[in-house]
């Protein structure tokens, strides 16, 4: 049970406050709802190109680590399809100085070429080392673009292509700043040896004068049935063939969101899970083989990949993951294997309450799907599903014409 009080500031800016004196440190934890679903299709990659410019000095402060680290802390950040998250960890007592920072680069970026230019350079480093001149690297960059056609989750973080974030302008960098980075559009936890009403003093004297911003209202175009299956191949210089399918799955916030995660695990968690046991263990098909969902905020997708055994025809492995599908979809899971995965799912959680960052960024995001209360309540969720409901999600879910699958093939000539 992670306790926690709640208060607005006048220019809509919602703080979380967690108290908990058995450590002598502090979190505090800022979520900004922006991330690469807010991009424009001609210029994406910024919000990830953001994370990296916070970094890069506000008007105030020209070096944002410098201070921190004079104080004992350490900070850090991520962004995602949904959103962008930044995080400072520092001895309670210092604290302030993190209200300094954060708020100081809330209000005003240091929007310089040079700082602009430096992230842009570290940025397209960035993805060509992860993902132009790595083996499987650019699977996303295909995958997203094979299973969305109209909903902007179509493009990965990193975006679509390195010229957008090479031609990335000063204009249109501080048009994305003032649309997004705004009090009324973040959610700031403060976790640790704190008070509630200290939070509320220093937060009033370092946040509310920040101007609220105009209000962001989200209106993404949605996504149609797949009513097609889809493929595309990709030969390359890669050790192992391997096989990625992507299929539509609910919402976060969707009421079966949990039976496709325990249908997940079912698949794939552990060395007993039916992926493993059947594919890997007894048919000696696949080296290793996964299956996990993407909990997006928006439609998701639930996926299943393998890298083959060599020798092994792509067509059979395939085939093989089918037989898996369909018998998950005819025959009921045993009790067996529903205490394991919800018994697992229980364990995650309450693991997950251990650190004082984990509390402060799931209150952050389960106040961003609607209230900070669900960390404390959705394992009930977990724990309430049926096999029948597991079994729904499967006959919903695994049809061969609303499947995206990715061929990533070893290049014959090498």
Request: proline share 3%; glycine share 4%; net charge negative.
């Amino acid at each position: 049970m992670v306790d926690y009080n709640r208060f607005t500031l006048a220019n809509g800016l919602r703080v979380l406050v967690h108290e908990d004196d058995t450590t002598p440190m502090a979190v505090l934890n800022i979520l900004y709802d922006v991330g690469a679903r807010d991009e424009e299709m001609d210029k994406t990659g910024f919000a990830h190109l953001f994370e990296h410019l916070m970094f890069g000095g506000s008007v105030n402060i020209p070096s944002y680590d410098e201070p921190l680290q004079r104080v004992g802390g350490e900070n850090n950040a991520f962004t995602s399809n949904d959103i962008t998250n930044y995080y400072i960890t520092l001895p309670a007592v210092n604290l302030e100085t993190a209200f300094w920072l954060e708020s100081d680069r809330m209000l005003n970026l240091a929007f310089s070429e040079k700082s602009l230019e430096t992230q842009r350079n570290v940025v397209c480093e960035e993805f060509k080392q992860r993902y132009l001149n790595q083996p499987y690297g650019d699977v996303w960059l295909k995958l997203r673009p094979l299973a969305y056609k109209k909903h902007p989750y179509q493009w990965a973080t990193i975006g679509q292509d390195l010229k957008q974030i090479e031609n990335a302008s000063m204009e249109d960098v501080k048009a994305f700043f003032k649309k997004h980075y705004n009090p009324q559009n973040a959610i700031m936890v403060v976790g640790g040896n704190v008070k509630t009403e200290d939070i509320k003093v220093m937060a009033e004297k370092w946040f509310e004068p920040i101007p609220a911003g105009q209000k962001y209202t989200r209106n993404l175009p949605k996504e149609p049935v797949q009513t097609v299956a889809r493929q595309e191949t990709v030969i390359a210089n890669v050790p192992l063939n391997a096989i990625y399918m992507a299929f539509k799955m609910p919402a976060r916030n969707h009421e079966a969101y949990q039976s496709y995660d325990l249908l997940s695990d079912v698949l794939s968690q552990g060395q007993s899970s039916r992926l493993y046991n059947t594919l890997l263990k007894e048919q000696k098909l696949f080296s290793d083989v996964h299956a996990y969902i993407t909990s997006s905020i928006d439609e998701g997708l639930f996926v299943i990949e393998g890298k083959l055994v060599e020798g092994v025809s792509v067509a059979s492995a395939e085939a093989a993951i089918w037989i898996e599908l369909e018998r998950i979809k005819n025959e009921l899971v045993s009790i067996n294997e529903m205490t394991k995965v919800q018994n697992k799912s229980e364990s995650i959680m309450v693991f997950a309450e251990m650190s004082l960052l984990d509390k402060a960024m799931n209150l952050a995001y389960y106040e961003l799907l609607g209230d900070a209360d669900l960390l404390n309540t959705e394992i009930n969720r977990y724990l309430a599903v049926t096999a029948e409901q597991i079994q729904q999600a499967a006959q919903k879910t695994f049809v061969k014409e609303q499947c995206s699958t990715l061929y990533y093939l070893i290049a014959k000539d090498a």
